[in-house]
């Protein structure tokens, strides 16, 4: 499985280069693909979500890595496909995430750590 994160580089505050080493080492200890695309423009998020469900379609899991600006790109990229989502929630609001976790706050450690568990590691 390939596991596409999808980053817009402008969203929220956390520091996204301790976010990503934690990320990547989980990933070593995973047998998947970790690939990184971060956004540049308004509209890339989807651009890139399209590229990678026709390319791999649900072969890959997009991660969006951002606020509700970038969900909402990536899901519009992914409609009508069976590519799956997950969302890393790293915008200010993160409004969309809150209601899917069904948490006030989100702590991006445990979303990080769901990696090796759904692959059962």
Same mark, same amino acid.
């Given at each position: 499985?390939?596991?596409? #994160?999808?980053?817009?580089?402008?969203?929220?505050?956390?520091?996204?280069?301790?976010?990503?080493?934690?990320?990547?080492?989980? #990933?070593?200890?995973?047998?998947?693909?970790?690939?990184?695309?971060?956004?540049?423009?308004?509209?890339?998020?989807?651009?890139?979500?399209?590229? &990678?469900?026709?390319?791999?379609?649900?072969?890959?899991?997009?991660?969006?890595?951002?606020?509700?600006?970038?969900?909402?790109?990536?899901?519009?990229?992914?409609?009508?496909?069976?590519?799956?989502?997950?969302?890393?929630?790293?915008?200010?609001?993160?409004? #969309?995430?809150?209601?899917? &976790?069904?948490?006030?706050?989100?702590?991006?450690?445990?979303?990080?750590?769901?990696?090796?568990?759904?692959?059962?590691?």
């Amino acid at each position: 499985m390939k596991y596409i #994160f999808v980053i817009n580089p402008i969203a929220g505050h956390d520091d996204k280069e301790k976010i990503f080493k934690r990320i990547a080492s989980t #990933f070593r200890l995973i047998d998947d693909e970790m690939i990184i695309e971060e956004t540049h423009a308004r509209g890339e998020a989807k651009i890139i979500a399209e590229r &990678y469900k026709n390319e791999y379609g649900s072969d890959c899991v997009i991660v969006s890595c951002g606020g509700d600006g970038t969900v909402h790109e990536i899901a519009n990229g992914l409609a009508g496909s069976d590519t799956p989502m997950m969302i890393l929630p790293l915008g200010t609001g993160n409004d #969309f995430a809150k209601k899917v &976790y069904n948490k006030k706050k989100i702590n991006v450690e445990n979303v990080i750590k769901a990696f090796g568990l759904y692959n059962g590691k």
